[in-house]
């Protein structure tokens, strides 16, 4: 599991976010994605082919940290900066549209 | 190594032909063009389409529904030979009519093309049996109703290509990509092809190249009229399955996205605009209104190869015995039919008469009158 470079011994993280409901410190400036890399099991289901999936290419493009933020499906994590207590879910499986 | 056939053209036309031919047995060499070059077989919708097609000519409309019933084996031994997962689905599909004069269009081409000896296997759908067959969506109040072919269905038509350009190779066959070919010289026993990939040779030749083509048949005489169309597509992020039929201009894949086009454009660059974009997107919208909410995550534009009556040309040069060309606009849709009946006939005979109807010399017709 990756680490923040900004963790140090002793020193409080800037913010705390929700990760499945557990809390994790975050630090201002980066994204949803950099943050499910260091959350154990945040993972999610590939919509395709259900294999686990972690966020990849951190620039916008390849769709594989689509996460459910704040109670929006298919965001791309690496594109939404973290903000204090914000509420990041997996997603398993294709964002619902209403009827 | 001995060539029977060089293919002109690694499209969707070209590698199917290929595979027909490599599929009897033949000795096949494909040469592709470059990477640059306008290539309908990675820009298309990917319908395998029925309805409206040949509404004006009953040949055209005879050859679509033989590729169409072909498609179920033909997609099922192409998925075997290339080991490859090929999405295919025949749910039928449907054209939606957003007033009653768009209605009652379809329902005129649906009767024009029933006239014409075809079977009546298009209906027109009134509003309230629409929202039955699609119960996972809201329809938008300006939809009438819509045209259903029991026989539409759609495929993911990069899967389609890359599982041709595979089965081609498994079969034995060669396919030299970026490999442009500057023009055909006939010589005795066949035809030379020069090109960066040097000079071929073979006893046959079958130019495929969609848009390039007339540039390399005409100098020998084989005319291939034929022009240009673009055509914009969006497409959605991946969501939860709301569509069981695929539309024109609007289809769910396998995947999950929605797929939404295509504008008709006169223009011969493959650029994309922002009021396309609208135009497709508030269509789409006015069918399915929740659609709005879906994000778009691309747009492209592709050019249409079209002969000039829009009917497919599968030509055989007289004066060259042994040079062919084949140009269409839906060859998706055609590409069973293709792989089935025209490359055996390119491949190792001549044109059959029953395909004398998409010959090359019926754009003569006003020249003999």
């Known amino acids: ?99 | 190594m001995h060539v029977d056939v060089i293919i002109i053209g690694a499209g969707v036309v070209g590698a199917a032909l290929a595979y027909g031919m490599a599929l009897k047995g033949k000795h096949v060499i494909v040469l592709d063009g470059a990477d640059r070059d306008p290539r309908a077989a990675r820009a298309n919708f990917g319908l395998v389409w029925v309805q409206g097609k040949g509404s004006d000519a009953p040949a055209y409309s005879a050859l679509t529904r033989q590729s169409s019933d072909l498609w179920p084996g033909f997609r099922h031994e192409l998925s075997k030979i290339a080991a490859d997962r090929i999405d295919y689905e025949r749910p039928g599909g449907l054209v939606y009519c957003l007033s009653e004069t768009e209605y009652a269009h379809r329902a005129a081409i649906n009767e024009r093309t029933h006239n014409q000896g075809a079977q009546a296997d298009t209906e027109m759908i009134e509003r309230g049996a629409l929202e039955h067959m699609l119960p996972a969506v809201g329809l938008g109040p300006d939809v009438v109703g819509a045209s259903y072919c029991k026989l539409d269905g759609h495929v993911n038509p990069l899967q389609l290509l890359a599982a041709l350009h595979r089965a081609v190779l498994v079969l034995g066959g060669r396919i030299e990509f970026r490999s442009p070919v500057k023009a055909i010289s006939p010589v005795s026993g066949g035809f030379r092809v020069i090109g960066p990939h040097g000079e071929l040779q073979a006893p046959r030749v079958v130019v495929a190249a969609g848009l390039a083509t007339p540039a390399l048949t005409e100098p020998l005489g084989l005319a291939m009229p034929m022009k240009s169309e673009r055509g914009q597509i969006l497409v959605t992020e991946r969501i939860a399955p709301i569509l069981p039929f695929p539309g024109s201009g609007l289809r769910q894949s396998a995947d999950g996205t929605v797929m939404i086009g295509a504008t008709n454009e006169k223009i011969a660059d493959t650029s994309v605009t922002a009021a396309s974009a609208t135009k497709l997107a508030q269509r789409a919208t006015r069918i399915i209104p929740a659609l709005g909410s879906a994000r778009l995550v691309r747009q492209w534009a592709g050019l249409r190869v079209l002969p000039l009556d829009k009917t497919p040309i599968y030509a055989e040069s007289t004066d060259y015995p042994g040079l062919f060309a084949a140009a269409c606009h839906s060859g998706v849709t055609l590409a069973a039919v293709h792989a089935a009946v025209i490359a055996p006939a390119m491949g190792g005979s001549h044109l059959p008469e029953d395909l004398a109807a998409f010959s090359n010399g019926r754009f003569n017709v006003q020249k003999c009158a």
């Open chain 1, 1 to 99: 599991m990756f680490k923040s470079v900004h963790e140090k011994p002793g020193k409080a993280s800037d913010m705390t976010v929700l990760v499945n409901g557990v809390e994790i410190g975050a630090w201002n400036g980066e994204t949803v994605a950099s943050v499910l890399l260091r959350a154990p099991g945040a993972g999610r289901g590939s919509t395709v082919s259900r294999t686990p999936r972690l966020p990849y290419c951190q620039m916008g493009v390849c769709f594989e940290c689509l996460v459910i933020v704040d109670g929006n499906a298919s965001m791309q994590g690496c594109l939404v900066p973290v903000a204090p207590g914000m509420r990041i879910e997996s997603q398993h499986g294709p964002r619902e549209i209403s009827k």
